[in-house]
C-alpha cells in the first residue's frame, strides 16, 4: 500500500513557504496547453524496458564536468543505445533493470531503478547537495531536434518508495526534465542557441529537520518567468505517480502530475510557464536527476522509472519515419 503524508492546514501551507522562501504556483496565460501522451507516438526513443538483454554499461569513475571541469570519456551508455550518461554531471551509479513494483502499468513486468551514492566529484565528497544525469537519447536517434511547432511532449511513470525508505534529508531528491533550446541575440546582433532545463522536482522535508512531527514532500518547478524555481502541489502518497511535459508552438512549457498510473487528464496541469522568460523553440531530451547529499556514505533515495514515452502532435515527414520502430 503506498504511505500517505499527513494533510497539512492551510496556515501550515503558507507559513512553510515562507519559511522556504519559495511562492505557491502561478500561471502564466497559456494558450492551449496540450496534454502529455496527445500525438504519435515516436517509438525510436524513450523505453519499456522490457528488453531480456536490456543492460547499462558505466565507465567508470563518471564525468564531473559541471563541479570540476572535468569530461571523463567515454560515457556510460544503455545497450539499446537509448539512454547515457550525462558530461555535466556523470551517470546515476546504480542503473538497474528490475520487476516492476505492484500497481504498475498493465503488462509491465520490469522497469528501471535509479540510485547513486556518489553524485559528485569522483572520490571528493563535497558534503552538500549533488546530483547525477540520466539521459534519453533523442537528437542522435531521431537525427534532429524537434521544433517547438511540432508540440513534442512525453510522459513517464515513477515509483516512490515507502517513506522510511528516502534518504533523510531536507530538500530535492529526484527530478523529471527536459532540455530545451531558445535563440538568443549576443553581441554584434550575432544570434546563438541557448539552452536551458525545466522540470519538476521532488522534494523531502523529514520531522527532524521542520517543526511538524512528521514528513512532508512536495513538487518544486523549475521555473517561472525569472527563472526562479517555485513551490508546486503537495505529494500526498508515495508509490507510482505519472508525469508529463508538454512544449506548444507558442513556447510554452506546461507540467502535469498525477498519482497513479493513469493517462494524465487536464486536470493534472500544474502550471504553464516560459522558464527565464524563454520561449521553446526546440526540444533536445527528457532526461531524471538523482540527488544526494554527497557524503560518500549515505545513498540516495530509489527512484524507480517507467514507460517513458516521447510524442509529437504535429510531426513532419522525417518524424513519422520515427513512429516506426
Same mark, same amino acid.
Given at each position: ?6 494533510? /497539512? ?9 515562507? /519559511? ?27 523505453? *519499456? ?14 564525468? %564531473?564536468? $559541471? ?12 545497450? *539499446? ?26 503488462? %509491465? ?7 547513486? /551514492? ?21 537528437? %542522435? ?25 528516502? $534518504? *533523510? ?11 530545451? $533550446? ?89 502550471? %504553464? ?12 531530451? /527528457?532526461?531524471? *536527476? ?36
Amino acid at each position: 500500500m503506498p504511505y500517505t503524508f499527513p494533510k /497539512l492546514s492551510s496556515s501550515s501551507i503558507i507559513h512553510t513557504s515562507i /519559511l522556504l522562501g519559495t511562492v505557491i504556483f502561478v500561471n502564466a496565460v497559456a494558450a492551449d496547453p496540450v496534454i502529455p501522451g496527445t500525438g504519435q507516438h515516436l517509438v525510436k526513443v524513450g523505453d *519499456n524496458f522490457e528488453e531480456e538483454s536490456w543492460t547499462f554499461k558505466h565507465r567508470f569513475p563518471k564525468s %564531473s564536468e $559541471e563541479i570540476d571541469g572535468r569530461k571523463r570519456t567515454p560515457g556510460g551508455k544503455s545497450s *539499446n543505445g537509448r539512454w547515457f550518461e550525462g558530461m555535466k554531471r556523470g551517470q546515476p551509479d546504480v542503473i538497474q533493470r528490475v520487476a516492476t513494483p505492484t500497481g504498475g502499468l498493465d503488462g %509491465s513486468e520490469h522497469a528501471l531503478l535509479l540510485r547513486s /551514492l556518489r553524485t559528485g566529484i569522483p572520490n571528493a565528497p563535497s558534503y552538500r547537495l549533488q546530483q547525477d544525469d540520466f539521459i534519453c537519447n533523442v537528437i %542522435s536517434r531521431l537525427g534532429k531536434k524537434i521544433p517547438a511547432s511540432q508540440t513534442p511532449n512525453f510522459v513517464v511513470r515513477v515509483f516512490m518508495p515507502p517513506v522510511d525508505e528516502w $534518504e *533523510n534529508r531536507r530538500g530535492p531528491t529526484f527530478a523529471i526534465r527536459a532540455a530545451c $533550446e531558445t535563440s538568443m541575440r549576443g553581441a554584434f546582433s550575432s544570434r546563438h542557441n541557448e539552452p536551458y532545463w525545466p522540470g519538476m522536482f521532488i522534494n523531502f522535508e523529514p520531522k527532524e529537520t521542520s517543526k511538524r512531527d512528521y514528513d512532508t514532500a512536495f513538487l518544486t518547478i523549475r521555473g517561472n518567468q525569472r527563472g526562479i524555481t517555485f513551490r508546486g502541489p503537495k505529494i500526498e502518497q508515495t508509490g507510482w505517480w505519472t508525469f508529463g511535459m508538454s512544449f506548444t508552438p507558442d513556447g510554452m512549457v506546461h507540467y502535469y502530475a498525477s498519482p497513479g498510473v493513469d493517462d494524465l487528464t487536464e486536470d493534472d496541469l500544474i502550471t %504553464s510557464q516560459y522558464p527565464y522568460g524563454y520561449r521553446c523553440e526546440r526540444f533536445r531530451s /527528457l532526461f531524471f *536527476n538523482v540527488c544526494n547529499g554527497d557524503d560518500g556514505r549515505t545513498w540516495s533515495t530509489s527512484w524507480i522509472i517507467d514507460d517513458a514515452k516521447l510524442y509529437v502532435l504535429r510531426p513532419d515527414a522525417h518524424l513519422r519515419q520515427a513512429m516506426k520502430r
